[in-house]
């Protein structure tokens, strides 16, 4: 599924009609990768889900420290997990932030982005790619399930 959003508030609209939409598996946690070059709206559209999960927090991309986790209250998910693979060399140190538990858990919904560069221990997972169209603040927003 393709968008065309002309502002913040647009790429966040769509990021609320794909979480409220998006249901927990049985078995595993909930993985989006969060494809898209520099300030393409990754950290928007993560934006968006956040709050329409509750949070009240800013949300910010982690790019220093990594991995930030939002608890959620009474929603479909009872944690939001956000990554930022950006400054990882390898995706083995993915797996010092406890990888196989965060995955593990049917109970979370985990938004990565730069998952290119962990490709090898992304389990199958919602692909959304992000790109800056010429009119200014112009993005496509590809969805693949």
Known sequence: MKYITRNLEETQKVAKDFISNLNPYRDRAVVIGLYGDLGSGKTSFT???????GVGETVTSPTFVIEKIYELVEKKFTHLIHIDAYRLDKSEELQHLGWQEVISDPNNLVLIEWPEIVEE???????????????????????DY
């Not at 934006?47 to 999960?53: V, W």
């Not at 221990?121 to 969805?143: A, C, G, Q, Y």
């Open 121 to 143: 221990i992304m389990p199958n997972h919602v692909k959304i790619s992000f790109k800056t169209l010429e009119k200014e603040d112009s993005r496509e927003i590809e969805i």
């Open 47 to 53: 934006q968006g889900i956040a709050k329409s999960l």
